[in-house]
């Protein structure tokens, strides 16, 4: 999806107005109402309900705006993270990590880790576990946190802790406000919106395996790109997922979550390139077993070794 179409729809929709939004954009209404038409081409559905003025988003324009804005906004951060690192003479440490293990603390282990180490840049990137996997071994990286176990001999993997998985639902769904846990039998008719849509193996699998060992066929409704997409999706009634416990605390407003009555886990995996012997590295696995006790997680002995 080009990103310059994403900017003029973004404008257009924050003005609610086409002439206000070229004039900000220093071009013609015309080429800007063009482009917008171009967008809902490539979408397949309209974006814009031009009877009303202002201009309003349509259902499919309000999950579209708010991806739009996350996007826009993240090649912004890339923008300023090439440029400092172009200027920087400091120690770097560059972490990759796929977007769930946001909601699963990793920012209170990156402030922890900038406390301690004020004289190191830290640079982080979203990527999906395989992609990790290459960015350590290409040396692009230097720690990843993703959920999925690979067998690689040049990359060694810590599991940090396995995370309850459970059931999302939107706000008016009739198990939304159901007593108890939900069996997954309750749910084997029920549309799913798994993530990430690609690579695979991913999440995706651990959710399509945990039916599966229930002698369950999972309805699959959408293969979302990442989990922020599949829970607005979840909200927008398209389905439900199953996600880590750690969103819950993320978005309650329109989203009810409830536990699964069969256990499931996703793990939550530290990786690095074998033989790193790095003070950085080291005093990341100081954080994580310091933060973890602080939290009563169990510490894995692996982290004992590195603190």
Known sequence: MDLRLLRYFVMVADEGNFNRAAERLHMAQPPLSRAIQQLEGHVGAPL????????????????????AVQVLGRMEDVEAMVKAAAVSKRRRLVIGFVSSTIYARLPELIREFRKRAENVELVMVESTTLDQIAALKDGRIDIGFGRIRFEDPAVR???????????????????????????????ADEPQIIYPRAPRPSYADQVISLFRDHAIEPHIAHEARELQIAIGLVAAEEGMAIVPESVRRARSHDVAFRDLAEP?????????????????????????????????YGVPAALMEKS
Do not use: C
């Open 48 to 67: 814009l309900d031009r009877s009303n003025r202002p201009l309003r988003l349509t259902s499919v324009g309000r999950l579209l705006y708010a991806q």
């Open 264 to 296: 499931a886990t996703s793990p939550i995996i530290m990786s690095h390139r074998l033989g790193d012997n790095s003070p950085e590295l080291a005093l990341m696995g100081a954080v994580i077993a310091r933060k973890y006790e602080e939290w009563g």
């Open 157 to 187: 993997r810590i599991v940090l802790r396995d995370e309850k998985m459970i059931a999302a639902f939107s706000i008016g769904h009739r198990l939304a406000a159901g007593e108890g846990p939900v069996s997954l039998r309750d749910l």
